[in-house]
T-cell receptor
Framework: DTGVSQDPRHKITKRGQNVTFRCDPI?????LYWYRQTLGQGPEFLTY????????KSRLLSDRFSAERPKGSFSTLEIQRTEQGDSAMYLC??????????????FGPGTRLLVL | GQSLEQPSEVTAVEGAIVQINCTYQ??????LSWYQQHDGGAPTFLSY????GLEETGRFSSFLSRSDSYGYLLLQELQMKDSASYFC????????????FGKGTKLSVKP
């Protein structure tokens, strides 16, 4: 088990472009979460999947953001028509579904996005 | 909405004990987690409290008091490598488990 991986680690894009990030969770984990973190702040919840079902989206999540987890394994997060305010670290986490496993989220290294 | 408050910075010396406090809003609250994050790194799980009381894991302990809407992380025998940001995170999603994080406490350990 290699932990949660994310790709790419860094992305620089111009305002208005679309970007897509990938997250590969720990293989036996059913739950997958996306967070966004800006400098000096804690991670902010974006959305969450259990298997392939997207069960919750933050009300803060703009319509420009969409996430998928088509086969219940890896997930993608797409941002359309990027804005400078989207510049942040995008973190993915995964966990099990019951008891202590559910309460322990394992985070990936993140994708750092810079929108010029 | 839900929010968690914690001090922005704490400084301590090697070998000392430091306590990082966290207060939270009670509406919808299920439990309190603590995460450590080194500069440039990913958050790493430290502990979770669903019930009142103390949970001990090596040099780190975490405490929760539901009646006071308060918890803390206690770090003992501080080492230089403990210099990092520490986040308390509230579970407001119940069985869903999505977390609301505080803004973090930057701990600096001095020799």
């Amino acid at each position: 088990d290699t932990g949660v991986s994310q790709d790419p680690r860094h992305k620089i894009t111009k305002r208005g472009q679309n970007v897509t990030f990938r997250c590969d969770p720990i293989s036996e984990h059913n739950r997958l979460y996306w967070y966004r973190q800006t400098l000096g702040q804690g991670p902010e919840f974006l959305t969450y999947f259990q298997n392939e079902a997207q069960l919750e989206k933050s009300r803060l999540l703009s319509d420009r953001f969409s996430a998928e987890r088509p086969k219940g394994s890896f997930s993608t997060l797409e941002i359309q028509r990027t804005e400078q305010g989207d510049s942040a670290m995008y973190l993915c986490a995964s966990s099990g579904t019951s008891g202590r496993a559910r309460e322990t989220q394992y985070f990936g290294p993140g994708t750092r996005l810079l929108v010029l | 909405g839900q929010s968690l408050e914690q001090p922005s910075e704490v400084t301590a010396v090697e070998g000392a004990i430091v306590q990082i406090n966290c207060t939270y809003q009670t509406s919808g609250f299920y439990g309190l987690s603590w995460y450590q994050q080194h500069d440039g790194g990913a958050p790493t799980f430290l502990s979770y409290n669903a019930l009142d009381g103390l949970e001990e894991t090596g040099r780190f302990s975490s405490f929760l008091s539901r009646s006071d809407s308060y918890g803390y992380l206690l770090l003992q025998e501080l080492q230089m490598k403990d210099s990092a940001s520490y986040f308390c995170a509230g579970n407001y999603g119940g069985s869903q488990g999505n977390l609301i994080f505080g803004k973090g406490t930057k701990l600096s350990v001095k020799p």
